[in-house]
């Protein structure tokens, strides 16, 4: 493995760690230090706007590297990540404002998005667990 190999690996261990802390760690944080949840719901909201955008760039550095097949698991969290993002979001935006999306609720939204989030750190960890650093 090369230089720019070496570093796209770090790249990806890097975008792996920083969805899981925020899932595991940042999210709950301020929720718990945060006494109006709206605003702390505004926060995480955010935060994960920018996990996704910040997964849209290393989905797209994995498109001009060499072995860019072997991406597949990112592409697919960078995916589940993007429909999260502009799908999910709005219908729990609806939802919050409206009662019911679809006959869901806000909180059944939530938990859509949360799953949908979770197989895209899955798949993350997946991709950097299989990766042959050799």
């Known amino acids: 493995m090369g230089a720019v190999g070496k570093a796209f690996h770090v790249l990806k261990t890097l975008w792996a760690g920083s969805l899981w802390s925020l899932a595991i760690w940042v999210a709950p944080t301020l929720f718990f230090a945060q006494s109006d949840r709206r605003l702390a719901g505004v926060l995480a909201g955010r935060l994960f706007s920018i996990e996704t955008y910040l997964s849209l760039a ?77």
């Open 58 to 134: 290393v989905g797209a550095i994995a498109l001009v590297l060499p072995g860019r097949t072997r991406f597949l698991k990112g592409y697919l969290a960078v995916g589940l990540l993007a429909a999260n993002e502009w799908v999910i979001k709005r219908f729990m935006t609806d939802a919050h404002a409206r009662g019911a999306v679809y006959g869901l609720t806000f909180g059944a939204w939530h938990g859509v998005s949360q799953v949908i989030y979770i197989l895209a750190c899955l798949l993350v960890l997946l991709l950097v667990w299989n990766e042959d650093s050799r």
